[in-house]
């Protein structure tokens, strides 16, 4: 009896201070830094012992953390500096907790290697938990092929992403499109042609978020190829006319363009002081691959 006494003590303990938190957010105004600090708990071994055995439970509760922590930071306005500090120590104490909780490594992955300032522009920490993850499930193609893109898309090491894609293709259950997949990253890596064809695969992926975010990527290699054919058409403007201002009615006049041009969002493209083409910052796109400022 003393047991189950003290599990359902320690269940109401547990709900209680996610809904004191939840309150906590209704009544106090947000921080104005996103810093290690706040965290309830911040190693992940003293938390397995803190939840007393409701591991999943408390896994479930920084996974929502998590979450939040990523979207306050990514939603925060210009005037602050986002640093998403929280996000790497939430995702490592969910997956502590609860060892086998896929989502959470992989959709973490995408949430640290997202360029600065949707992301923490962070792959080196996305590899550190997708290898964290593989030390579990060592098996498990999937981590291999998300280590694969992150090494591809973020840190433009195309050998080591054709090496994980011949891994993740060499396991049980693994698509028959891996193999064939590493072979061209690993012919082809740099080049436009071969990433569409990575994320064109990954668009056809069972998992829907994995397809949204391989879509996104199409998008942004696709408003890449306007950039580069406005450029072009730019860059013959200004060796015309070395000492007019480029602007997309001086173009227009000239008949380079017919109007102004956009991404493949609609967002119109803009012109920076130096007449180089960028996708504007109010683009669902941006910032481009190409395009990755660091935290200011």
């Excluded at 930071?73 to 086998?100: G, V």
Aim: aromatic share 10%; with cysteine.
């Amino acid at each position: 009896m003393s047991r189950r006494v003290a599990a359902v003590c320690a269940v109401l303990c547990l709900a209680g201070a996610v809904g004191l938190h939840a309150a906590g957010d209704r009544w106090f105004p947000p921080t104005a830094a996103d810093v290690p600090g706040l965290l309830y708990v911040r190693s992940p071994e003293m938390a397995r012992r803190v939840v007393l055995g409701f591991d999943a439970m408390a896994s479930d509760v920084y996974w929502i953390r998590a979450l939040q922590a990523f979207g306050r930071e990514r939603l925060s306005p210009p005037s602050h500096t986002r640093t998403y500090a929280l996000l790497y120590p939430l995702l490592d104490l969910t997956t502590t907790l609860d060892p086998y909780f896929s989502i959470a490594y992989r959709f973490g992955a995408i949430f640290l290697g997202e360029p600065y300032p949707g992301g923490p522009g962070r792959p080196d920490l996305a590899i550190a938990l997708l290898n964290k993850a593989l030390e579990k499930q060592p098996q498990k193609w999937q981590y291999m092929q998300d280590l694969g893109f992150v090494y591809y898309w973020h840190l433009q090491d195309y050998v080591s992403a054709a090496g994980w894609f011949e891994r993740a293709s060499q396991q049980p259950g693994a698509p028959n499109w891996l193999r064939p997949l590493a072979a061209v990253t690993l012919t082809k890596g740099g080049q436009r042609a071969s990433a569409r064809e990575l994320f064109t695969q990954l668009a056809q992926a069972d998992e829907a978020w994995l397809r949204t975010s391989a879509q996104r990527r199409l998008s942004q290699l696709d408003t890449l190829d306007v950039i580069d054919a406005v450029q072009a058409r730019i860059d013959r403007f200004t060796a015309a006319h070395p000492s007019q201002p480029v602007t997309w009615q001086a173009l227009i006049a000239a008949g380079l363009i017919r109007g102004v041009p956009a991404d493949t969002t609609g967002t119109p493209l803009v012109i920076d002081p130096d007449g180089r083409v960028t996708i504007a910052r109010t683009s669902s796109l941006w910032p481009l691959p190409t395009d990755q400022p660091g935290p200011r």
